[in-house]
């Protein structure tokens, strides 16, 4: 387990904030222990909470072309069959995953292959589970290609409380299965749309792991 780059200034200077808030009770209040244990406390549990959220799991990944893996560690919440409008225009098996804001929000990749779209779309902050979050909402959609010259498009959906996605990859670029190609902070959504042959998996209610649960199969 190690902590996300995206987290390390910012746990940084929560560190400093923290010590300079204990510090000054410290001097203010040098008689009242119970202020100055309550406040440790207090910063002590609102650190690690920040901490966790700034995760990142080290594991092994079994690659395997017809798999489709997790992007992301969450709740499956919508399986459904929907029209893509924005690239693939056509139908498509839609599989969405709510990421909570105790859930690992680093993001990976469900297959490997060349990334063949790529955009940034600014938007709006509703709930992740609000059935306009994946058209109006700030996301970024990415298309990738496998070998076999099958696309598969995802989306990074912020929420509410998740304003700040973070996409790593370019079009052209060249990832494998179950590599990190973005974060998105405090909770949010991915969706990820499967040509209609795909063999779906999972079911709605599923605890999924970014990288390690498999939930469709292509053919």
Same mark, same amino acid.
């Given at each position: 387990?190690?902590?996300?780059?995206?987290?390390?200034?910012?746990? *940084?200077?929560?560190?400093?904030?923290?010590?300079?808030?204990?510090?000054?009770?410290?001097?203010? #209040?040098? /008689?009242?222990?119970?202020?100055?244990?309550?406040?440790?406390?207090? &910063?002590?549990?609102? +650190?690690? @909470?920040?901490? /966790? *959220? *700034?995760?990142?799991?080290?594991? &092994?990944? &079994?690659?395997?072309? %017809?798999?489709? @893996?997790?992007?992301?560690?969450?709740?499956?919440?919508?399986?459904?069959?929907?029209?893509?409008?924005?690239?693939?225009?056509?139908?498509?098996?839609?599989?969405?995953? #709510?990421?909570? =804001?105790?859930?690992?929000?680093?993001?990976?990749?469900?297959?490997?292959?060349?990334?063949?779209?790529?955009?940034?779309? =600014?938007?709006?902050?509703?709930?992740?589970?609000?059935?306009?979050?994946?058209?109006?909402?700030?996301?970024?959609?990415?298309?990738?290609?496998?070998?076999?010259?099958?696309?598969?498009?995802?989306?990074?959906?912020?929420?509410?409380?998740?304003?700040?996605?973070?996409? +790593?990859?370019?079009?052209? /670029?060249?990832?494998?299965?179950?590599?990190? #190609?973005?974060?998105?902070?405090?909770? &949010?959504?991915?969706?990820?749309?499967?040509? @209609?042959?795909?063999?779906?998996?999972? %079911?709605?209610?599923?605890?999924?792991?970014?990288?390690?649960?498999?939930?469709?199969? @292509?053919?």
């Amino acid at each position: 387990m190690t902590i996300h780059r995206e987290g390390r200034i910012l746990l *940084f200077v929560l560190l400093l904030v923290l010590f300079g808030l204990n510090w000054a009770i410290l001097y203010f #209040f040098p /008689q009242s222990a119970l202020v100055q244990n309550s406040v440790i406390l207090a &910063s002590v549990i609102f +650190y690690l @909470l920040i901490l /966790q *959220f *700034f995760r990142n799991p080290i594991f &092994s990944i &079994s690659k395997d072309e %017809k798999q489709v @893996l997790a992007p992301a560690d969450g709740k499956v919440v919508v399986i459904e069959e929907t029209e893509e409008t924005e690239y693939l225009n056509g139908k498509r098996k839609q599989i969405s995953i #709510f990421m909570s =804001p105790v859930n690992v929000h680093v993001n990976r990749m469900p297959v490997g292959g060349i990334i063949s779209f790529f955009r940034y779309h =600014p938007g709006k902050y509703l709930v992740a589970w609000h059935p306009k979050s994946s058209t109006e909402n700030e996301r970024t959609t990415v298309v990738v290609k496998t070998k076999n010259g099958v696309e598969i498009l995802f989306r990074q959906i912020a929420g509410a409380l998740a304003r700040r996605i973070k996409c +790593y990859v370019k079009e052209g /670029q060249v990832l494998d299965q179950g590599e990190e #190609f973005g974060f998105i902070k405090f909770g &949010s959504r991915v969706d990820i749309f499967l040509p @209609l042959d795909a063999k779906v998996t999972c %079911k709605i209610g599923d605890i999924t792991k970014g990288g390690r649960t498999v939930i469709a199969e @292509l053919n």
